[in-house]
């Protein structure tokens, strides 16, 4: 331990200067400054050289052997042989026995430290000395031994819970202050006995929870409840029997064994409900009364925190002046505890102080730093759990394990705290207390059904491994940043689903002349009888040209929006189509030429249970209907022909691959989409030179585990089932991705679903093979998925596979839509390896956020690394992109996802378009230094543009001037013929 000494010279010789009470108020409002999503994303670095990484277990939990070899019975034992409990630790996972496995398990994981509790009753089996078990101590010693021989540090927990039951029958326990001494005589054997090889010492753990809950609420061991005063008169004898241990250990073990001592504090972390400084208070108050009510005595001055004075008043014992001292800096180091023990899950909601639980590790660190001005901080316990179902494939723990881990790394890099060690909770699976066997916390699966308690490696384990091995996340190139430029014919768009539609002709183009009323408010009005002058004009209709000075505005080169089947034919027959709507169209892929953008369109989007099929045709049986798909055709021919002169590019379907859709549909959208595809190519491709495809929804999935080849397959057949039902038919072989038929065949065999996946007859199959120009895909977000049972609720049964995020994603509001910018490089990668060198088109891309932040942070981050994986994807990876578009193009169509938000009429500019603009405008991302890229585009015709907008207004005033000219060259005509006949009299 010496090397540690030099490296972390503070932690030992208590070198840190008075806390400063109340500092940690300030903790809530630095975090709420800190940029966001940035200060969100995940860190890769790693830990300060000879970080204590360690794995900790608890006596009752794992050891067993209740009645064996002279162990007396611990309130423990007692207290589940009481009320309705039905499970016990009376074998726990017979750790008592196992040893050696437990020393397999520890040299798996690499762990430098230990940390184990000692059993009070296994030593002394009536609590006081006169009752030693030297077999007790025997397995201590050589638990001791054989970890040393391992190179493993022990650090060794005097009470975790488990007090002798005759001590709580005799003195009601923690209750009265005669624990003090036994206590202090309990420690001072194990000092003596243990201290030469133990180097870390906790004396209680999580007095909050044997106090408050022990004897307060009566979830736990003893079970004591209905004395409210009682849980604060256990914590001050608590306290002091600390001190005492520390005290004896000071004086007399110290100098010779070298070691520390501190006391194990658990806490929640909380969140103020509301932004204000009285929710703040609320918090620091919750904090104390958790954390604070131990804390603040070992490492302040003595007492208890202000707040719980002040709520308690006489409810609460005092220290007289001599104990506070002598209490005060009992503690060589914090020894925090962290996760789901019930000092996290507080149960009573008064110590919340209407206040919000959360998970925020690192926050609680800064605030320990802050309230007691930087102490060296061990972690001595941290993790989550799994359901008590969980065998070896544990994804819940390891993320969150993963994401307390990543948050202690933040913790130490950027708020500069002083954390030497962090314990994974814990090794083995175990007897939870009060939860029992429902949950699972080991790194390493027990086998409770099995005689020996066989112990296996779970995914959490060999992820810690690793872990430790690599001393954290060492930064990875794929994760940085790439710099270079997209070729310059790279499509930059934007999408929408739909645009706002105004068919309605200014008042200037009607069709009658109009007078103006000048004594009646200024109002125009029709001149009886007049006659047509013109016909419509696309510059009647207002609402087009300012639709397309914001597309313009964007310097997008395309923009993409979908067309309505249901208003363009509400009766379904080519005939009856709305020539209106065509027009207005018409006039709007017209005005976006003028402004040198390209119009992409859709004739038909997906939108899930809402049908945006015409109504007669959902009426007959929507698209299972061939009646459907021919409808279909003759639309989409109907559409080439009035807006293929001004389209160039054409989507026939937009994301039609729905997983809830019956795969009889799906088989009568993709023969849809080839009919329309070939009128297309038969009939207008030579004369228009468009191209054509579909749009596949494509989030990429993960494999929740990487660890063997087995990991794999679970997210191969999401995504087979996912894109390759639509894609593989159309740029594959022509007929469904095999995966698929072999996996639902076996499921209607063994499990008798209706699962039944249409064939393609050979017609079909020529229809639909190569119906495509280009590969066209809408990405959001990554999900992860692996082969086990975690939460029904989102565990797919269809596919047999559990659907998680990482909990160290930055999270969007949208539900189940973390960022995760390197699922889109990895999305194209998988196109271009089942499909090698085919063109692909990234044709929607975004992140929903709140449609009232203007400064759209959250958007800006999402934007600029997307489309920098996209650059990794085009430019490492030799992906055939062609094109990115994003979306969305404002709020108003497409809620919550626009670069353009609204007030009322307003149109309101988010920070998000600038961004996104300086990216088009650079073709990607020089790097500094780098000569710009010159590309020859089209000038834009803004001056030109500028009149177009202001041709309704143009067209009147040349109306009235013509009315001008021809009123003078009447009245010259006239006058001139007047004189004539005049002179000729």
């Given at each position: ?20 009470p ?18 969100k ?81 296994r030593?002394?089996s ?56 036994l ?38 061991a ?68 958790v ?13 208890y ?50 206040q ?22 061990f972690v ?14 544990d ?158 505005n ?34 709007f ?17 997906h ?20 009646g459907t ?60 030179g ?22 794999v ?40 679903f ?52 990482d ?57 600029y ?64 230094g780098a ?27 040349s ?27």
């Amino acid at each position: 331990m010496t090397v540690v000494w030099l490296v972390f010279p503070l932690v030992f010789l208590g070198q840190w200067t008075v806390a400063d009470p109340g500092a940690g108020l300030r903790t809530w409002d630095r975090f709420s400054k800190l940029p966001y999503p940035g200060d969100k994303a995940f860190l890769y670095d790693v830990f300060p050289d000879k970080f204590m990484w360690a794995v900790g277990t608890a006596a009752y939990s794992v050891e067993g052997a209740w009645e064996k070899d002279g162990k007396g019975k611990s309130i423990w034992d007692t207290f589940t042989r009481g009320g309705t409990r039905v499970s016990r630790g009376d074998v726990g996972s017979d750790s008592y026995h196992n040893i050696p496995g437990d020393i397999r398990a520890l040299q798996q994981l690499g762990v430098s430290h230990y940390r184990f509790s000692l059993s009070w009753p296994r030593i002394f089996s009536n609590g006081t000395k006169e009752s030693l078990s030297e077999k007790g101590v025997d397995y201590y010693k050589s638990l001791i031994r054989a970890l040393k021989d391992i190179k493993v540090q022990a650090v060794v927990t005097l009470y975790h819970w488990d007090l002798p039951e005759r001590l709580q029958t005799l003195f009601g326990g923690w209750s009265n202050p005669v624990m003090v001494e036994l206590f202090r005589e309990y420690a001072d054997f194990c000092f003596r006995t243990f201290g030469s090889d133990v180097k870390f010492w906790i004396t209680v753990d999580n007095p909050f929870v044997v106090a408050w809950h022990g004897y307060g609420t009566g979830v736990v061991a003893p079970g004591v409840k209905n004395d409210s005063d009682l849980p604060f008169r256990v914590g001050h004898n608590l306290l002091k029997a600390h001190a005492a241990a520390w005290h004896l250990y000071d004086g007399r073990y110290r100098p010779g064994q070298g070691g520390r001592v501190s006391m194990a504090l658990a806490s929640h972390w909380i969140k103020p409900s509301r932004t204000r400084k009285e929710n703040h208070r609320a918090c620091q108050c919750s904090l104390d009364f958790v954390l604070g009510w131990f804390a603040r005595p070992l490492f302040v001055d003595g007492d208890y925190p202000p707040c719980m004075k002040h709520n308690l008043t006489h409810r609460l014992p005092s220290f007289t002046e001599a104990e506070r001292v002598y209490i005060n800096g009992t503690a060589d180091f914090f020894a925090l505890s962290h996760g789901p023990a019930l000092s996290f899950q507080l149960i009573n909601d008064s110590l919340r102080f209407g206040q919000t639980e959360d998970l925020g590790l690192r926050m609680l660190l800064y605030w320990v730093r802050a309230e007691y001005n930087n102490p060296p901080i061990f972690v001595v316990e941290s993790g989550w759990y799994g359901s008590g179902n969980t065998k070896t494939k544990d994804a819940k723990h390891m993320y969150y394990l993963k994401r307390f881990i990543m948050e202690t790394l933040k913790a130490i890099r950027f708020d500069r705290v002083n954390v030497i060690g962090y314990t994974a909770w814990s090794l083995l699976d175990g007897y939870e207390w009060y939860r029992e066997y429902g949950i699972r916390r080991g790194l390493f699966f027990v086998d409770f059904n099995t005689p020996d308690l066989k112990r296996e490696p779970k995914t959490s384990a060999t992820f810690y491994s690793k872990l430790i091995e690599k001393n954290g996340f060492p930064p990875l190139p794929e994760n940085r940043p790439a710099h270079g430029l997209f070729p310059c014919d790279f499509t930059w768009g934007v999408a929408a689903n739909s645009i706002q539609v105004d068919a309605t002709p200014a008042q200037f183009a009607d069709p009658s002349v109009y007078i103006w009323n000048i004594s009646g408010g200024g109002e125009l009005r029709k001149v009886a009888g007049a006659q047509k002058l013109r016909p419509h004009h696309c510059s009647d209709y207002s609402l087009l040209a300012h639709q397309a000075a914001h597309v313009q505005n964007m310097r997008v080169s395309h923009f993409h929006f979908s067309l309505n089947w249901s208003s363009i034919i509400p009766t379904g027959r080519v005939a009856d189509a709305n020539e209106t709507l065509l027009r207005y169209y018409q006039c709007f892929v017209s005005e976006l030429q003028k402004v040198n953008v390209t119009p992409v369109v859709t004739l038909w989007h997906h939108t899930g249970k809402l049908s945006s099929l015409p109504a007669p045709m959902e009426d007959s049986g929507g698209w299972q209907s061939e009646g459907t798909v021919q409808a279909f055709a003759e639309y989409a021919r109907l559409c080439f022909q009035r807006l293929g002169a001004q389209v160039q590019m054409w989507i026939t379907l937009n994301e039609p691959n729905d997983e809830d859709l019956e795969y009889a549909v799906g088989h009568q959208l993709l023969r849809a989409h080839a009919l329309a595809w070939r009128v297309y190519d038969r009939e207008f491709r030579k004369a228009q030179g468009g191209k054509a495809s579909l749009v596949l929804h494509m989030d990429w999935v993960e494999p929740a585990f990487s660890f063997s080849r087995e990991d794999v397959a679970p997210a191969n057949r999401v995504l087979d089932f996912r894109v390759g039902w639509f894609a593989e038919p159309i740029f594959g072989g022509g007929d469904y991705p095999e995966v698929m038929r072999s996996w639902l065949q076996q499921r209607n065999n063994i499990d008798l679903f209706n699962y039944h996946l249409p064939a393609f007859s050979k017609d079909d199959q020529m229809l639909v093979k190569g119906t495509y120009d280009f590969f066209a895909i809408s990405h959001f977000t990554t999900s992860m998925v692996y082969d086990g049972v975690e939460d029904k609720y989102t565990f797919k049964d269809k596919l047999q596979v559990q659907l998680i995020s990482d909990v160290t994603w930055i999270m969007s509001p949208r539900r189940n839509s973390p960022v995760v910018p390197w699922g889109l490089r990895k999305a194209l990668n998988w196109v271009n390896s089942r499909y090698q060198g085919v063109p692909i088109y990234v044709m929607a891309n975004g992140v929903q956020e709140d449609t009232a932040r203007f400064e759209d942070s959250l958007r800006i981050y999402y934007l600029y690394n997307y489309i920098n994986e996209a650059l990794k994807a085009h430019t490492l990876d030799g992906v055939n992109l062609k094109g990115y578009f994003a979306y969305a193009f404002n709020d108003r169509r497409d809620p919550g996802f626009g670069m353009y938000g609204h007030v009322e009429a307003e149109v309101i500019l988010k920070s998000s378009l600038a961004h996104y603009r300086n990216i088009i405008q650079h073709n990607g991302f020089p790097g500094a230094g780098a000569a710009r890229l010159q590309c020859a585009r089209a000038p834009v015709a803004r001056a030109g543009h500028e009149l177009l907008r202001k041709q309704p207004v143009l067209g009147f005033l040349s109306l009235v001037s013509s009315c001008l000219l021809i009123t003078v060259g009447l009245i010259i005509y006239y006058t001139v013929q007047r004189r004539r006949l005049t002179g000729q009299k």
